[in-house]
């Protein structure tokens, strides 16, 4: 089975304070995605790596940046967490297929809350 | 990339079929139409996923009209943990440096 593993379920900071989100997977995927989640608003994408050392912005990148050193981990950085950034935030990771496939595995999501 | 557009919410009752409708009028030739579950505190699941006419897994049915401008989720006799988040999708994602919008998705309740 496809793993894809968040390094917290659960995490709290302080305004100001660096943060870092770690995802990880096991299955050798190209693609790799940060989103996160709030009431009403659905999930929408803050970045996104097809490669090692690549990344494409999403939707919503401010206030946000990632690092992917290896293929397999991928790394959310909120350089000064601010309250507006208390979120669920959600890791997936999928192929690039040569025959269309959009099917994404997610992480279980870390939910941050910052004070 | 494409725009979806689904019903925020929908009822139903344990046993029925349940059919969620998701439009999607400028979807791009080589484009995919996918479907995600999602439960509380989760991350999506995939369910399904299509091109055109009808795809259906032990899950769901997917059926897609010929100009593929919209297309139908079928949850066949619907039980109480089938209450979720269901979210339509269309891309390619063949292409590196593509990406997928979820949207907010439409929150389907069950009841007994």
């Known amino acids: 089975d496809v793993k894809v593993t968040q390094s917290s379920r659960y995490l709290v900071k302080r305004t100001g304070e660096k943060v870092f989100l770690e995802c990880v997977q096991d299955?050798?995927?190209?693609?790799m995605f940060w989103y996160r989640q709030d009431p009403g608003l659905g999930l929408r994408l803050i970045y996104f790596s097809y490669d090692v050392k690549m990344k494409e912005k999403g939707d919503i990148p401010e206030g946000y940046s990632v690092s992917r050193e290896k293929k397999e981990r991928f790394s959310l950085i909120l350089e000064s967490a601010s309250t507006n950034q208390t979120s669920m935030y959600l890791c997936?990771?999928?192929?690039?297929?040569?025959?269309?496939?959009?099917?994404?595995?997610f992480g279980p999501g870390t939910r941050l809350t910052v004070l | 990339l494409a725009k979806t557009t689904q019903p925020i919410s929908m009822d139903s009752y344990e046993g029925q079929e349940v059919n969620i409708t998701c439009s999607h009028n400028n979807i791009a030739t080589n484009d995919y139409i996918t479907w995600y579950q999602q439960f509380p505190s989760q991350g999506p699941r995939f369910i399904i996923q299509g091109y055109k006419t009808k795809v259906t897994n032990e899950v769901a049915s997917l059926f897609i009209p010929a100009d593929r401008k919209s297309s139908t989720l079928s949850l066949p006799r619907v039980s109480l943990s089938d209450t979720a988040v269901y979210y339509c999708l269309v891309g390619d994602m063949r292409q590196a440096g593509t990406a997928l919008i979820f949207g907010k998705g439409t929150t389907l309740s069950v009841s007994s």
């Open positions: 299955m050798d995927h190209e693609n």
């Open positions: 997936a990771s999928s192929f690039v297929r040569t025959v269309g496939d959009n099917e994404q595995f």
